[in-house]
């Protein structure tokens, strides 16, 4: 069974830049969550879709930050325009479900956004 | 809301030996899960063991095991026989359901040789 993909691994932008990061969840998957992990620290989670809907985007900075899962599939996270403190990995997860047998979550290997 | 807290930011032990990695949790919710995920330096975040709260039974997994106190809010990580290949870090993290994944801020363990 393939994993969760993401691409790209790494990327070095300047501030004020923008940047988009792309997501393809395990086949049959119907929740996807994108974390923001700053060096040190947990991951953060940003925003959670279930199929094409959001769950939950209360940590996402909505005045820089957007996502969308189209068909309910593959996601993309845009950062317009990058700020410094964007410097983190971005992880995405995908999961069966959010409840029931399918609840625990698998991760991509994260894009590393560097913004100088 | 959900918290999860590890109070041990890094720890080292020698190969071979027993290490416990603590971690304590908050929700108001009665059905809840809780994981213990493993993060080396390739950054890719692997599930190593996971608990349902609803049962009493603690978790194993090889290796792997948790000490779930459930009326302490208390879920610590057992890793016997240690490996070089445990050198990483742990998150601890909570789901409760109709709610979100919630990460601890990591232990970063070091197993010598």
């Known amino acids: 069974e393939a994993g969760v993909a993401q691409s790209p691994r790494y990327k070095i932008i300047e501030k004020r830049q923008s940047v988009a990061f792309w997501c393809n969840p395990i086949s049959g998957h119907a929740t996807l969550y994108w974390y923001q992990q700053i060096l040190g620290q947990g991951p953060k989670l940003l925003i959670q879709f279930q199929n094409n809907g959001v769950v939950d985007d209360s940590q996402l900075p909505k005045d820089r930050f957007s996502a969308e899962r189209l068909k309910g599939v593959d996601s993309t996270l845009k950062i317009q325009p990058a700020k410094l403190e964007d410097s983190a990995v971005y992880l995405c997860?995908?999961?069966?479900?959010?409840?029931?047998?399918?609840?625990?979550?698998?991760f991509g290997q994260g894009t590393r956004l560097t913004v100088v | 809301a959900q918290t999860v807290t590890q109070s041990q930011p890094e720890m080292s032990v020698q190969e071979a030996e027993t290490v416990t990695l603590s971690c304590t949790y908050d929700?108001?919710?009665?059905?809840?899960?809780l994981f213990w995920y493993k993060q080396p330096p390739s950054r890719q975040m692997i599930l190593v063991i996971r608990q349902e709260a609803y049962k009493q039974q603690n978790a194993t997994e090889n290796r792997f095991s948790v000490n779930f106190q459930k009326a302490a809010k208390s879920f610590s990580l057992k890793i016997s026989d240690s490996q070089l290949g445990d050198t990483a870090m742990y998150f601890c993290?909570?789901?409760?359901?109709?709610?979100?994944?919630?990460f601890g801020k990591g232990t970063r363990l070091h197993i010598l040789p």
């Open positions: 929700t108001s919710e009665n059905n809840y899960y």
């Open positions: 997860a995908s999961s069966l479900d959010r409840q029931g047998n399918g609840f625990e979550a698998f």
């Open positions: 993290a909570s789901l409760s359901l109709n709610d979100k994944i919630i």
